[in-house]
Every structure is written in structure tokens, then in C-alpha cells.
């Protein structure tokens, strides 16, 4: 199994990582367009510590590549 692939797993392993991925996804293919994705919504929605946010969202977007952080909102 390669570094990514390890680092998917590991990223949606955890509970917190993996309500984020499903949050983005969700309201990212929703046809309500109203709802913008930033770190505020997504911190309300998960009720969780900064670190474990600004920590799981890092895991997210920078080692998998799995979201994009663009002009302040995240996509997939």
C-alpha cells in the first residue's frame, strides 16, 4: 500500500476526519448552492476543539488531497 493510500485510510479512520470529509461532500453536491462550505460552518457543524479541526482538516486537505481550501471555502 503506498504513503497516499495509508494516509487516506488514516484520515477517514478517524471520527472526527471522516464527519468533515462527509459534511464537504454532501453540501458540495447539494443543489442548494446558498450554503457556503468554510472553516466556521464546518466548526458549528462538527463541535469539536480548534486543534482537532485545524488537525483533521490539514490531514484532509494537505497529505490526501482529498479537499481543496479555495478563496476560504472548501470542495472536493
Not at 464527519?19 to 458549528?44: C, E, G, M, P
Not at 483533521?56 to 471555502?73: A, D
Amino acid at each position: 500500500m503506498s504513503s497516499r493510500e495509508e494516509d487516506v485510510l488514516r484520515a477517514l479512520s478517524n471520527p472526527v476526519g471522516l464527519k468533515l470529509f462527509k459534511l464537504i461532500a454532501t453540501n458540495t453536491t447539494s443543489t442548494d448552492s446558498s450554503q457556503v462550505i468554510t472553516s466556521d460552518f464546518l466548526n458549528s457543524q462538527t463541535k469539536v476543539t480548534r486543534k482537532q479541526f485545524y488537525s483533521n482538516m490539514s490531514r484532509l486537505v494537505n497529505k490526501t488531497g482529498l479537499i481543496f481550501k479555495k478563496r476560504g471555502r472548501y470542495t472536493l
